[in-house]
C-alpha cells in the first residue's frame, strides 16, 4: 500500500504537514511507542518514568516543587505520586521542616530500578534520535531546548 502524495498549500498557503504542533506530536507518538516498547515490562507512563527519574536526581521533596521539577501541574502530579506510591515506588512521609507538607521520596525498590531506567532512557533516546546522524542530534536537541 503507498502513502498518498504530499497535500499542496490551499491559497492561504498553509499545509499541516509543515506546522510544528503537528509535527512535533507525530515525533512524540513515534517516541511513546518506543518508550512503550523499552518499558513494558515496567509498567510505567513517561510521566511517571520523568518523576522517579527527577526523584533521583533531586532526593526528597514536596510534591509542588516535584511537579514544578517535572513541568505537570498540580492536579497531575498529585494522581502521578498517588499511583506511585500504590505501586510502591515512592513513600510520603510529613516534611521535617513544616509537618503541613507531605515530602515525597523514592522507595528502596525505585532506587532499585534507577539504573535499569537510566539504560533504558538512554537506548530509548538514542531509538528515537537514531533516523539522525550525530551533529542532527546535537543541533535537534539545542533547537528543542530553545523552544521549551
Known amino acids: 500500500?503507498?502513502?498518498?502524495?504530499?497535500?499542496?498549500?490551499d491559497e492561504?498557503?498553509?499545509?499541516?504537514?509543515?506546522?510544528?504542533?503537528?509535527?512535533?506530536?507525530?515525533?512524540?507518538?513515534?517516541h511513546n511507542l518506543i518508550f512503550v516498547e523499552f518499558l513494558k515490562d515496567e509498567g510505567l507512563?513517561?510521566?511517571?518514568?520523568?518523576t522517579l527519574?527527577?526523584?533521583?536526581?533531586a532526593g526528597p521533596c514536596s510534591q509542588n516543587l516535584l511537579g514544578r521539577l517535572i513541568a505537570v501541574d498540580v492536579a497531575t502530579i498529585k494522581g502521578v505520586v498517588e499511583r506511585l506510591a500504590a505501586k510502591d515506588?515512592?513513600?510520603l512521609s510529613a516534611d521535617p521542616d513544616d509537618r503541613r507538607r507531605t515530602q515525597i521520596?523514592?522507595?528502596r525498590a525505585a532506587r532499585a530500578m534507577i539504573p535499569r531506567l537510566h539504560r533504558a532512557g538512554a537506548r530509548i533516546t538514542e531509538q528515537t534520535l537514531a533516523p539522525l546522524g550525530a551533529r542532527e542530534r546535537t543541533q535537534l536537541l539545542r533547537l528543542i531546548r530553545k523552544i521549551v
Open 1 to 9: 500500500m503507498s502513502l498518498p502524495d504530499r497535500p499542496q498549500a
Open 45 to 50: 507512563t513517561p510521566t511517571q518514568f520523568s
Open 53 to 57: 527519574l527527577r526523584l533521583a536526581e
Open 12 to 30: 492561504t498557503g498553509y499545509l499541516l504537514d509543515d506546522q510544528i504542533g503537528y509535527l512535533l506530536r507525530l515525533a512524540n507518538q513515534r
Open 105 to 107: 521520596d523514592l522507595s
Open 89 to 91: 515506588l515512592v513513600t
